[in-house]
C-alpha cells in the first residue's frame, strides 16, 4: 500500500496542473494516467502549436447550466498568471487571432513546462496505469490499481471529456460521478464540425474546399440568459456538412433539431443593394453575385434556390430580389448531427456544477474527491479557453486540497 497526501487521476492539462500546485505546497502527490504517451491532447493542440491561453478570456467565453460556476476560478488564476509560467520557462509565444496565445515552436515545450512543474514538486507518477477501483475508506480513498492499492485522503479526478477516444479519452470521471450520486449534466461533442441528410446537402457537395468569412447564429439570443450566440468567423464547406471555425463555435451552443441561420455576406444587405442596382447594373445574376461571393458558391447558391444563372437582374420583380437576398443574408439550415466525438475538440456537460464548490472544485457531499477540466459542466469557446478553464480549475484544487 502506498499512501499519498493527494491522488490526481488523469495527467493531461488539469491534472498536471493541479499535482504541480498540489505538491509545490509541500504535499506528496502521485499522479496516475492510463496512457502510454503523456498528455497527446495538448501535443495535438493548435495544430502542434498549443493555443495555451486567450488574453480575454472570461466567465462570458464559457458555457454551463450555471454561468457564474467558472468566475472564482478564472479569476484567481488568469491568462496573465500563465503566461508569466509560459515565460519564466523561456517559452516563445505570439498572439494571432483575437488574443489567441500559441507557442512559437511547438506544444511539446508546454508538456515539458508541466513536467517540469511537477518535478519541482516531487510528483510521483503512474503511468501507464490502470485504476480499477476507487472507494471511500477511513476518511480518505482506496484506489486499486494495476500497480498497486493507493491510500489518499484526497483524489483529483481530471480524466477530462469523450473527445477523441483513439487518443485515450474515456468516461471514467462520469462512471467516478455516478458512482458516488453525483448530478451529470448530458454531455454532447462540441467544437464539432456539423453534418446534414446526404439529399440535402448534394447541391453543396461540389462546394467543399470553400471558405468564407460569415455571421453564423442559433438558438435566442434576446432576454437575460441567452441560449443561443451569434459568431462571425471563416465557415469551410465539406462533403458531408459545415466546418471552419464559424461552425466549430456555434456547434457548442446547436441544440439537435433546430436550425442554424448563417448570413453568407454580413457587409452587405443583399436585397436592398440588388433592388437598388436594378436600374444601373446590366449584368446577369450569376456574374452580378460573384463580385461578392466565390463564383463556384454564388452558382451553386443561385441553383440550389431555384434562381437561373442567366436571369437579368434588370427583368427580376423585387419580390424575388428579396427571396434571394434572405437566402444568401439569413441562410437557415437544420443540421441532422456532428461529426461525433471522433473530430470534436470538446464534450460539453459533465460533472453538474452544483455538485461542486466553485471555490476548490470538491464535491459538496463527498469531502475528499474533487472534479477538474474538462471533467466538469464548463465549456470554453475556440481559441485558447479550454486550456485556461483546465489550468484555472487545476490551480484551484491544487491550493484547495
Ligand atoms: P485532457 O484530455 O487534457 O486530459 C485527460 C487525461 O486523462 C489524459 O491524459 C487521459 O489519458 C487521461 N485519462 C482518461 N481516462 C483515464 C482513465 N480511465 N484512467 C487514467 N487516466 C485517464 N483547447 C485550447 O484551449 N486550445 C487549443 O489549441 C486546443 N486544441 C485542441 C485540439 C484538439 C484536436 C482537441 C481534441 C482539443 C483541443 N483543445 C484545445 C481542447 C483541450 O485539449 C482540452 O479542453 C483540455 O485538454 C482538457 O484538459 P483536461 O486536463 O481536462 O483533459
Request: neutral net charge.
Amino acid at each position: 500500500m502506498a499512501k499519498f497526501d493527494v491522488a490526481v487521476i488523469g495527467a493531461g492539462a488539469a491534472g498536471m496542473m493541479c499535482a504541480a500546485t498540489a505538491a509545490q505546497r509541500g504535499l506528496r502527490v502521485v499522479l496516475i494516467d492510463h496512457a502510454a504517451k503523456l498528455a497527446e491532447k495538448i501535443r495535438i493542440s493548435g495544430g502542434g502549436r498549443c493555443n495555451f491561453t486567450n488574453v480575454n478570456a472570461g466567465p462570458a467565453n464559457f458555457l454551463s447550466e450555471n454561468p457564474h460556476f467558472c468566475k472564482s476560478a478564472l479569476s484567481r488564476y488568469t491568462p496573465a498568471d500563465f503566461v508569466a509560467l509560459v515565460k519564466k520557462h523561456r517559452i516563445g509565444y505570439h498572439e494571432k487571432h483575437r488574443g489567441q496565445l500559441f507557442c512559437d515552436d511547438s506544444a511539446e515545450q508546454i508538456i515539458e513546462m508541466l513536467k517540469d512543474e511537477c518535478a519541482a514538486g516531487d510528483v510521483h507518477w503512474r503511468m501507464p496505469c490502470k485504476v480499477e477501483s476507487l472507494a471511500q475508506a477511513d476518511g480518505g480513498f482506496v484506489l486499486e490499481t494495476d500497480s498497486g492499492t493507493i491510500e489518499a485522503p484526497s483524489v483529483v479526478i481530471a480524466t477530462g471529456g469523450l473527445s477523441i477516444p483513439k487518443i485515450g479519452a474515456t468516461d471514467f470521471g462520469y462512471r467516478v460521478a455516478a458512482q458516488f450520486g453525483l448530478r451529470m449534466v448530458e454531455p454532447r461533442p462540441a467544437l464539432v464540425p456539423l453534418t446534414f441528410d446526404a439529399q440535402q446537402w448534394a447541391p453543396f457537395v461540389e462546394m467543399s474546399g470553400i471558405a468564407l468569412e460569415v455571421d453564423v447564429e442559433t438558438g435566442s439570443l434576446k432576454g437575460r440568459n441567452p441560449t443561443g450566440a451569434r459568431f462571425r468567423e471563416d465557415l469551410l464547406f465539406t462533403h458531408r456538412g459545415l466546418s471552419g471555425p464559424a461552425i466549430l463555435q456555434i456547434s457548442s451552443y446547436w441544440q439537435p433539431g433546430t436550425p442554424i441561420t448563417i448570413n453568407l455576406l454580413p457587409e452587405l444587405d443583399l436585397a436592398a443593394t440588388l433592388i437598388e442596382g436594378k436600374g444601373t447594373i446590366k449584368k446577369q445574376l450569376g456574374n452580378v453575385l460573384s463580385q461578392w461571393l466565390p463564383a463556384r458558391l454564388a452558382e451553386g447558391l443561385l441553383l440550389a434556390h431555384g434562381f437561373a444563372l442567366d436571369a437579368r437582374l434588370a427583368d427580376m420583380p423585387d419580390a424575388q430580389l428579396r427571396k434571394l437576398g434572405a437566402a444568401i443574408n439569413q441562410w437557415s439550415l437544420t443540421p441532422n448531427g456532428s461529426e461525433g466525438y471522433k473530430k470534436a475538440e470538446v464534450t460539453r456537460g459533465g460533472i453538474d456544477t452544483r455538485e461542486l464548490s466553485q471555490q476548490t472544485m470538491m464535491a459538496n457531499k463527498i469531502p475528499g474527491l474533487y472534479f477538474i477540466g474538462e471533467t466538469v459542466d464548463v465549456t470554453g469557446w475556440l481559441g485558447g479557453y479550454n486550456f485556461q478553464w483546465a489550468w484555472a480549475s487545476g490551480v484551484a484544487a491544487g491550493q484547495a486540497v
